[in-house]
T-cell receptor, first 116, second 110 residues
Framework: GAVVSQHPSWVICKSGTSVKIECRSL??????MFWYRQFPKQSLMLMAT???????TYEQGVEKDKFLINHASLTLSTLTVTSAHPEDSSFYIC????WGSGNTIYFGEGSWLTVV | QKEVEQNSGPLSVPEGAIASLNCTYS??????FFWYRQYSGKSPELIMF????GDKEDGRFTAQLNKASQYVSLLIRDSQPSDSATYLC??????????FGTGTRLQVFP
């Protein structure tokens, strides 16, 4: 299947600082990428849909000024958690859609964020 | 009503048995359906997708779709302890957005 790479795999930051997570499609061009958040023992919650060259579409309840998404190229989307707080500690996962045969969505490895 | 519903489990089956995982969805216009497996602390990995009514087989996995009943299932034959994970059902109701169920935790015991 298609390869989606996420970096960093885990990060610890101090409360009030900002953290950037990168998501790359390695062997295909992704016009659309998605960002999910997953708290322990809960399901994946879609945060936003990122389209290359345009503003991200955020799901209801997700603060767009806090979770900045940039999709500057067909292979890279970034999520920046600004002014992070302990309640932002979670597993953040990006995914990219591969259209054509299958129309499937592949996930990156995920990034564990711990805010202390 | 949740858009995608799954029994959270755990579903416990003995090694070698058939594990049956079920999922219902609310949007009748949904066209594509996916099963993902997620090990604890890891990202989901795609197992299968299905678009048409009926069965689709891939190795030990069989996905079943019944659009009239808005029901999709995953059968795992010859279950192995390594199959122990959370299985996520996902539905694509429109566009390219996936809606996930809460997942069913499967435990396969030796």
């Amino acid at each position: 299947g298609a390869v989606v790479s996420q970096h960093p795999s885990w990060v610890i930051c101090k409360s009030g600082t900002s953290v950037k997570i990168e998501c790359r499609s390695l062997d295909f061009q992704a016009t659309t990428m998605f960002w999910y958040r997953q708290f322990p023992k809960q399901s994946l919650m879609l945060m936003a849909t990122s389209n290359e060259g345009s503003k991200a579409t955020y799901e209801q309840g997700v603060e767009k000024d806090k979770f900045l998404i940039n999709h500057a190229s067909l292979t890279l989307s970034t999520l920046t958690v600004t002014s992070a707080h302990p309640e932002d500690s979670s597993f953040y996962i990006c995914s990219a859609s591969v259209w054509g045969s299958g129309n499937t969505i592949y996930f990156g490895e995920g990034s564990w964020l711990t805010v202390v | 009503q949740k858009e995608v519903e799954q029994n959270s489990g755990p579903l416990s089956v003995p090694e070698g048995a058939i594990a049956s995982l079920n999922c219902t969805y609310s949007d009748q216009g949904s066209q594509s359906f996916f099963w993902y497996r997620q090990y604890s602390g890891k990202s989901p990995e795609l197992i299968m997708f299905i678009y048409s009514n009926g069965d689709k087989e891939d190795g030990r996995f069989t996905a079943q779709l019944n659009k009239a009943s808005q029901y999709v299932s995953l059968l795992i034959r010859d279950s192995q302890p390594s199959d122990s994970a959370t299985y996520l059902c996902a539905v694509n109701p429109r566009g390219d957005k996936l809606i996930f169920g809460t997942g069913t935790r499967l435990q396969v015991f030796p």
